[in-house]
């Protein structure tokens, strides 16, 4: 057995298989794949092996898109059958809820360019007459989906993988991963079977990696311990069953081809054919966590015990969805292991402060995504970057706070909400609240709705008390977007509070950290006391992450970044200093994101609010453009609290974020309401952010910004200095523009606004794959013109103010116009105006 190989991959379910593949294809020599026991014994074996296109995230559905094409060419280069049944998903709508949320997802899909077809409730009885169908809305079917056997694919997988030179080893166990400094050298113990148990041998040896992965399935806590990371991924329980045949369908099948896949996701199922009768798939409550802290050894390609009981509602609907299936009896049940993260998404990339070690663990829909995760993950080992941008799937998004009972938890309430309405407005109640800042009580007091980042509480808007945020969810204008229109105006008008205590803030310092930063971030350093925006980009030339920078000293930085995004920058930093201290000079990096809170005070009356509580020996100036001028940071005392004032508005008003001890952040919050009373002075959510910074085209973190597109792309070029070399530098000037950020205002349906994953098309032509020329990454309402505003990328020729598009929501096509950017205010006039 080699000792010495390029990457070593651990474990040998569908998604490790598929990654040894594709890491061979992208041409990679001496790849290595370890399974403890057989490939395909972790949960890949007994999946149900459905394929399902669907799927909100662009990023995933991408991933889904690649595997189901990639699968349907596997048997022309292996040989083996992967048994791909290409018969379609018919994804069934009771309500009209239903209804637009599959509109809206029919939007990501044109965007990926994944086909689908609209059934009114007679086109369904009339394909599909075994159906019931006097309740339903209509149905989404996608034609090009179906199901694979799941371990005929992993075979065909591993047999493409070993025709190409992957060495698969079967019964070795990585028991052990160390860091030499520039590879890794990992344990591994031959396991034997005893008594019906897999056990480790007295037989060891040690790899020598310069990769690792880890696809270690259900053992990902196993995994975790033995890096001494924390992963997210805990497997929760999840059952079919299997009927004997249905009569009904074996006569529908002697005329017909064989019986879409159904989903009737209002009642929480899935079901398929299974020769001559149905597999039933339920999603359903109180499904348990297991396997928290380790998998049993006794555990091996082993399933629980059915319980009947828990999916009951599921099987009743299915009879009422199937008439037919009342009188067929049940043939077999699987209960198997599924694995779950908090949201769904597996955590896929590198893993945090490890050096060459890659996660690709935590997948629940594994059969369906395993193709384009080997995909997509080889690209980002063999090149430095994915053409897709990873960042949902980067297993950095959660950070050091998550814990066993939170990862349960949220992986529970995951697995049960995998057929509720996903609303692009949905806040998940599980572990909450965990994270607050001071003045929670305070904001709640005042009917603040809390939406979650990174684990923070934050105001998603403010309503009277007892408002009822879950029943204003709305695929259209919830029930919130009257409060948040009035708060967007507040700032406009007046002044509006918001609380931005969840910023991600580093404070770097030393000799080597103006080098460093000047090399590792795209604009001009500002001068002492000033601060500037700017990027810190990918090897491929791609935005990694956007950084607020205030110059407080000579080497002193102190570093805003996205509150989503706190372990995933820290760990970006923390790598790319130690790896440039050598050459730019000694730094140390503080992560002060828990030291500070932060509100932001914005609208034409901030000053006069921050001039009430300013302690300052000529306070009539100290606000005023001279003494305190636009993208500036001074160190003040508002009364009793020291405060770092950063003279920046990311609404486009006249305003400063209040950088504050976080001990003291409740005396401030109650300074600032009392100064505000008389001005106009509204406590302010994200939602209402979010609308008025699309106005100014403020470009957004995981929206416009991500590793897919460079700055300039962005149409960022201002905070590109491109007289100094940086960090990704030549790889942005080598990708070109390849589309362009706008701003659109939209002539939408009324009702509703774009969310920022509608597909763009050309005005005059029809809409079709043809026409399609761009997508919104944002969306939202704009108070200042009345109407519908998005962001999104378009084709590089159309990105001129005055294009006609059409965007699709709801299913219909409305017109855009692309405006200049900043079509509020396009002067800065509101945030420069001195007082
Ligand atoms: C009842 C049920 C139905 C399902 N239906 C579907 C479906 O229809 N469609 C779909 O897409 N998904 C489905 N799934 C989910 C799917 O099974 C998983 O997402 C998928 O199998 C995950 O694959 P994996 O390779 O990540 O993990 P696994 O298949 O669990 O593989 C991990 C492997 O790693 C090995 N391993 C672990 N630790 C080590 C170590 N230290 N050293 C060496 N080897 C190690 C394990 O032995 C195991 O073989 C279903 C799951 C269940 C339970």
């Not at 509602?313 to 299936?325: N, T, V």
């Not at 066993?404 to 949220?410: G, L």
């Amino acid at each position: 057995m080699k000792t010495h190989v390029k990457a070593l991959i651990v474990g040998g379910g569908a998604v490790g298989t598929s990654i040894a593949y594709h890491l061979a294809r992208g041409g990679w020599s001496d790849v290595m794949l370890l399974e403890r026991d057989e490939l395909t014994s972790g949960s890949t074996w007994h999946a149900a092996g459905l394929l399902p296109y669907f799927n909100m995230s662009y990023a995933t559905s991408h991933i889904h898109d690649y595997s189901i094409k990639f699968y349907k060419t596997l048997e022309e280069e292996t040989g083996l059958n992967p048994g791909f049944a290409v018969v379609g998903n018919l994804r069934m709508a009771q309500t009209q809820a239903r209804m637009d949320e599959y509109m809206l997802y029919a939007s990501t899909a044109e965007t990926v360019g994944v086909p689908y077809e609209w059934l009114s409730p007679s086109d369904i009885k009339d394909r599909y007459p075994l159906v019931r169908t006097e309740d339903l809305k209509g149905a989404i079917l996608h034609p090009t989906d179906g199901y694979i056997n799941p371990a005929d694919v992993t075979q065909a997988m591993a047999k493409g993988a070993r025709q190409r030179g992957v060495m698969i080893e079967r019964r070795w166990q990585v028991d052990a991963y160390y860091w030499t400094g520039d590879h890794w050298d990992v344990t591994c113990t031959k396991m034997v079977e005893k008594g019906g148990n897999l056990v480790p041998s007295d037989e060891q040896i040690t790899i020598h990696a310069e990769h690792v992965v880890t696809a270690t399935g259900n053992h990902s806590q196993r995994t975790a311990r033995l890096l001494g990371i924390k992963i997210p991924a805990i497997p929760v329980e999840h059952q079919y069953i299997v009927t004997e045949p249905d009569p009904a369908l074996v006569e529908w099948r002697a005329s017909n081809p064989e019986h879409p896949v159904l989903r009737d996701a209002d009642a929480k199922w899935y079901v398929r054919e299974e020769r001559g009768g149905w597999i039933l798939g339920p999603y359903e409550q109180n499904a348990p966590a297991r396997f928290e802290y380790a998998v049993p050894d006794s555990f091996r390609a082993d399933l629980f015990p059915l319980d009947l009981e828990r999916i009951e509602e599921e099987y009743m609907s299915m009879i009422h969805r199937i008439p037919s299936s009342e009188t067929v009896g049940l043939k077999d049940d699987y209960n198997g292991p599924i694995c779950y993260t908090p949201d769904g998404n597996p955590l896929l990339g590198p893993a945090p402060g490890l050096r060459n070690m890659w996660l690709a663990e935590g997948f629940s829909f594994g059969i369906t995504a395993a193709g384009g995760t080997g995909y997509y993950l080889a690209q980002q080992m063999i090149e430095g970057e994915a053409e897709i941008d990873m960042a949902s799937l980067d297993p950095k998004r959660y950070g050091s706070w998550m814990t066993t009972e939170y990862a349960m938890r949220k992986n529970e309430e995951c697995y049960s909400h995998v057929f509720i309405l996903h609303h692009p407005d949905e806040e998940r109640e599980a572990c909450r609240p965990l994270k607050t800042a001071p003045c929670y009580d305070r904001m709640k007091a005042l009917g603040a709705q809390f939406g979650q980042v990174n684990g923070w509480e934050r105001p998603n808007y403010f309503a009277p008390q007892g408002f009822d945020d879950h029943a204003a969810r709305s695929f259209r204008r919830g029930g919130w977007w009257e409060h948040s229109v009035t708060e967007a105006k507040a700032i406009r008008e007046a002044a509006g509070l918001i609380d931005a205590t969840a910023f991600t803030k580093h404070v770097l310092t030393g000799p080597g950290a103006t080098r460093f930063l000047d090399w590792f971030t795209t604009n001009k350093l500002p001068r002492v006391g000033r601060i500037n925006l700017t990027y810190a980009l990918t090897s491929a030339g791609t935005t990694r992450t956007e950084y607020t920078i205030v110059r407080q000293a000579e080497d002193q930085y102190y570093l805003v970044s996205a509150g989503a995004w706190q372990a995933y920058d820290a760990d970006f930093l923390q790598k790319a200093i130690a790896d440039k201290m050598p050459e730019f000079g000694p730094m140390v990096l503080q992560d002060v994101t828990s030291q500070y809170g932060v509100f932001a005070l914005a609208g034409p009356n901030a000053r006069a609010i921050l001039a009430k509580l300013i302690r300052d020996p000529e306070p009539g100036t100290a606000l005023s453009n001279k003494r305190f001028p636009w993208l500036s940071a001074k160190d003040i005392e508002l009364k009793m609290c020291p405060t770092m004032a950063i003279r920046v508005a990311y609404t486009g008003e006249l305003g400063w974020e209040l950088h504050h001890p976080i001990e003291m952040q409740n005396y401030l919050f109650d300074q600032l309401m009392e100064a505000g009373a008389d001005l106009g002075l509204t406590p302010v959510g994200a939602r209402a952010q979010n609308w008025l910074r699309q106005e100014k085209s403020y470009r957004a973190f995981g929206t416009e910004l991500g590793r897919d597109a460079t700055p300039l792309e962005a149409g960022l070029d201002r905070f590109v200095d491109l007289s100094k070399d940086f960090h990704g530098k030549s790889a942005m000037e080598a990708l070109g523009i390849r589309s362009k950020c706008v701003t659109l205002r939209i002539d939408g349906p009324g009702d509703a606004d774009p969310w920022g994953r509608e597909a763009l098309y050309l005005a005059d032509a029809p809409a079709g794959p043809d026409t399609k020329v761009g997508r919104l990454t944002s969306g939202g309402y704009s108070v200042a013109f009345g109407q519908s505003i998005g962001m999104g990328y378009v084709r590089p020729d159309l990105a001129v103010p005055g294009t006609k598009l059409k965007v699709r929501m709801l299913g219909e096509l409305w017109d855009a116009e692309i405006t200049e950017d900043s079509p509020y205010d396009p002067s800065n006039a509101a945030i420069r105006k001195d007082g």
